[in-house]
């Protein structure tokens, strides 16, 4: 995850927190579990908390806007917008024919968990960008602009270090039970075809 941080100070008034979402894509190849795996390995993208490759990532920056009023002896935040930037990195398999039916279902749901995972995320610096807005507005009246300033960059730099720690225990614990995880989709799918199977067998067993 790759997080970059801007406060931008400007005289117009801002509006609630928003999100700015894109998505890219990287491309594996493998016909079996184990090159997928490897492919994921080898063709993931890198994160900034560790240099291994990862089957998925979220880029993020946030951007605060700042509405001043200034008065004889005070300055004050009226208004705060910040944006949420992110930009999620999923895979994409190149199926090829001779992969088993048993491979393409267990990539479907690792897929699935994958970009849910990554959409988590997004959700999370989402949360985290309201909370800086709401921080910022309640500072309250400081002496001059450049103490609103000062003072802006502080509670910045205390909501974002909360937002890492957000993140980072998110991935612990995603980490931690992915395996039963991704036991019990494969269940659900697996029943999910087969009730689909069932039915459309008793439509077809139906007496005309």
């Known amino acids: 995850m790759l997080i970059a941080t801007t406060i931008a100070c400007v005289g117009s008034p ?8 894109s998505y890219s894509y990287f491309y594996i190849g493998g016909s079996t579990l184990e090159e997928i795996e490897a492919e994921l390995s080898k063709r993931g993208p890198h994160v900034s908390a560790s240099n291994s490759r990862h089957p998925g990532a979220t880029q993020m920056q946030f951007t605060t806007q700042l509405a001043f009023t200034q008065g004889k002896d005070f300055c004050q935040i009226v208004d705060a917008k910040t944006t949420v930037g992110v930009k999620v990195i999923l895979p994409k398999w190149r199926r090829p024919h001779k992969a088993d ?12 968990d994958i970009k849910r995972h990554e959409e988590s995320h997004v959700v999370i610096a989402k949360n985290y960008g309201r909370e800086l807005e709401q921080s910022l507005k309640a500072m309250g009246r400081q002496k001059n602009c450049e103490a609103v300033s000062d003072k802006a960059k502080t509670i910045t730099s205390n909501v974002l270090a909360k937002h890492e720690k957000a993140q980072a225990e998110f991935d612990r614990v995603e980490g931690k039970n992915f395996e039963s995880r991704i036991v019990r989709l494969l269940q659900y799918r697996l029943e999910q075809m087969a009730g689909h199977t069932s039915h459309r ?4 067993d139906r007496p005309i």
């Open 201 to 204: 067998k008793a439509k077809m």
């Open 14 to 21: 801002a509006g609630a927190a928003t999100l700015s979402k």
């Open 101 to 112: 039916n048993d491979v393409r279902l267990v990539w479907d749901v690792l897929a699935s």
